[in-house]
């Protein structure tokens, strides 16, 4: 079975960074597209970033342009998340989820659990 486990959350002050993972595990020798989601609590599930499965092709939601990086390593099966800068408004759960290509184009088909993300000063 496809599943994703993201680690990396906690609690920071505005301007401050942290690294979210996203551990993918069920893969047969080939690689999806994943994407970053943000819920702000009481609020729906916000798209904010994608990488594509040979990592080389990323994109990013307007409010974290500059600000944040994806990336991933294929050889440990994970896709992280640079975020710096910090805002309150990033506060909320972090998630993340596989495409059903390796192209970030097509339908997301698993999803994790996600991370907390809190800032506050």
């Known amino acids: 079975q496809l599943q994703t486990v993201e680690s990396g959350g906690g609690l920071v002050q505005p301007g401050g960074s942290l690294r979210l993972s996203c551990v993918i595990s069920?893969?047969?020798?080939?690689?999806?597209?994943i994407g970053w989601f943000h819920q702000a609590p009481g609020k729906e599930r916000e798209g904010i970033s994608c990488?594509?499965?040979?990592?080389?092709?990323?994109s990013y939601a307007d409010s974290v342009k500059g600000r944040f990086t994806i990336s991933r390593d294929n050889a440990k099966n994970t896709v992280y998340l640079q975020m710096n800068s910090l805002k309150p408004e990033d506060t909320g759960v972090w998630s993340c989820?596989?495409?059903?290509?390796?192209?970030?184009?097509?339908?997301?088909?698993?999803w994790g659990q996600g991370t907390q993300v809190t800032v506050s000063s």
């Open positions: 989820a596989i495409r059903d290509r390796s192209s970030c184009t097509g339908l997301y088909q698993y």
């Open positions: 990488i594509d499965g040979s990592g080389r092709s990323t």
């Open positions: 069920g893969f047969a020798g080939g690689f999806y597209a």
